[in-house]
Nanobody, 115 residues
């Protein structure tokens, strides 16, 4: 059974930083495409960062230069380093994994950016 568990969310001031983690069990992360999505209050879920099996990364413009996705295959973990946070970054952040057959999602971790 594939499971993804996020951690690292919380309350942070504008301009602050957080590092989200997503630990995967039940499958080998190295074979999968992985990403981070978020859903802010009253907004649709959007994918903000993706990392391929070979380590190629993409980030949407709204987080580019501030957020960085990375993976540690040895730890079966995915990360999202978030810097220079602003109020628009307030959302539930979810990690996902695609292994070519299915997409698996974590439960999400809340990030709240406050002034």
């Amino acid at each position: 059974q594939v499971q993804l568990v996020e951690s690292g969310g919380g309350l942070v001031n504008i301009g602050g930083s957080l590092r989200l983690s997503c630990v995967v069990s039940g499958t080998n992360l190295s074979r999968a495409l992985m990403g981070w999505s978020r859903q802010g209050p009253g907004k649709q879920r959007e994918t903000i960062a993706v990392i391929t099996r070979t380590g190629y990364t993409t980030h949407v413009d709204s987080v580019g230069g501030r957020f960085t996705i990375s993976r540690d295959n040895a730890k079966n973990a995915l990360y999202l380093q978030m810097n220079k946070l602003n109020a628009d970054d307030t959302a539930v952040y979810l990690c996902y994994l695609q292994d070519g057959k299915a997409t698996y999602w974590g439960q999400g971790t809340q990030v709240t950016v406050s002034s």
